[in-house]
């Protein structure tokens, strides 16, 4: 079940990922980060209706509000500034370095151990998606005011940081929910935390008027669309931390980025083509889960 869930939260966060892409096309500066937020608060709040509440625990509801923030504010936020620079399919290939920070976090959080097995499945499936890394070019850039190779390089570091902060996020995340153990409810703490400081610094900064304007008076449908899917995409993820490791976790979701080179193949051609990197890869990362599927 964890490596079915896993893999789901790498399908809807590669669902995304593509939608804030096509989103970005009509929009020069925004990224769709306060938008998709905010679809993940009012979407994972009419789900938690529905849901069993666990018992109070303030240190767990703290630690999900802070992966949130890490996750959301950092991670998101760094991925999607890659998406504008770079493309959706390359800046979704830096994910895979997600389950090394997950991995180093774990062991020094968590105290998570990694399996012989477990280890070649996840060594696989990273050197599988790095293959990408080094033979694929990068997307059109829709950012404004840098020449091509300025672009490439301001999106590359952003895709750098990305996988850091979603792997500590990711530790962060399963260490709340020992205390406070629910997938709905916790991913939603996690957004409206990440939700709350969004909104307090487009505040101190004066944005938030005209972010609100932009965002409810002429809505962006990429952007909610992307917001929904990120939601089902944390509910996937909440829930495969209860069967798995969060460093395998990592490794599950890092398979977005096949996800989103498929999709781009279909939507956005344009961009990506299926070449013999990525069936190498996919026939690395089809190993590599495997492998961890069975170790599980």
Not at 6 to 25: D, K
Not at 129 to 141: C, D, E, K, Q
Not at 171 to 193: E, N, P, Q, T, Y
Not at 249 to 264: C, E, I, K, N, P
């Amino acid at each position: 079940m964890g490596v079915i869930l896993g893999l789901s939260a790498a399908l809807w966060f590669g669902v995304a990922s593509m939608l804030l892409r096509v989103g970005m096309r009509s929009e020069p500066r925004d990224d769709g980060l306060w938008m998709s937020i905010a679809v993940n608060v009012t979407f994972l709040g009419a789900v938690g209706l529905f849901v069993s509440k666990p018992d109070w625990s303030t240190a767990g509801v703290a630690a999900l509000g802070a992966a949130g923030i890490v996750g959301a504010i950092g991670g998101r936020h760094s991925n999607l500034r890659a998406i504008r620079h770079v493309g959706a399919a390359r800046a979704s290939i830096f994910l895979t370095g997600t389950p090394l920070a997950a991995a180093i976090a774990g062991w020094v959080v968590l105290d998570e151990t990694l399996g012989l097995v477990d280890a070649i499945g996840g060594v696989l499936v990273v050197v599988g998606l790095y293959v990408l890394i080094t033979a694929r070019s990068s997307g059109v850039s829709l950012s404004h005011g840098l020449d091509e190779q300025q672009s490439r390089l301001v999106g590359t570091l952003y895709a750098l940081v990305a996988p850091t902060l979603f792997g500590i996020a990711f530790v962060i995340r399963k260490w709340g929910l020992r205390s406070f153990d629910s997938a709905v409810l916790g991913a939603l703490i996690g957004a409206i935390a990440a939700l709350t400081l969004l909104t307090l610094l487009d505040a101190g900064g004066r944005r938030l008027k005209k972010r609100l304007r932009d965002n409810l008076t002429e809505v962006n449908w990429w952007f909610v669309g992307a917001g929904v899917a990120n939601s089902l995409a944390l509910l996937s993820q909440f829930s495969a931390f209860s069967f798995a490791a969060a460093w395998v976790v990592g490794v599950l979701q890092s398979t977005q980025a096949l996800w989103v080179l498929l999709l781009s193949y279909f939507f956005l051609r344009s961009e990506e083509r299926i070449d013999r990197a990525v069936i190498i890869s996919v026939g690395l990362v089809a190993i590599g889960v495997t492998l961890i599927a069975i170790s599980i």
